[in-house]
């Protein structure tokens, strides 16, 4: 697969915006005190953290 730069620019942007979401979670998951919302985000965490991993691969292979 081949990526123009501004395809590699839109995906990271798109990685950027995931870590910012996963230090959002974190924050937040250091006040929760529900268990079920606490893992909730732990795994929303963990989805955004395979995906961006995912992401990077993509851009990666293209070069």
Known sequence: MTLTPK??????DLVNA???CIKKN????????????????EKINSELKAQA????CIMEESK
Do not use: A
């Open 7 to 12: 395809d590699c620019l839109y995906i990271e």
């Open 18 to 20: 995931m870590v910012i």
């Open 26 to 41: 974190d924050c937040e998951m250091e006040k929760v005190t529900d268990k079920k919302v606490h893992q909730f985000l």
């Open 53 to 56: 991993e995912k992401l990077v």
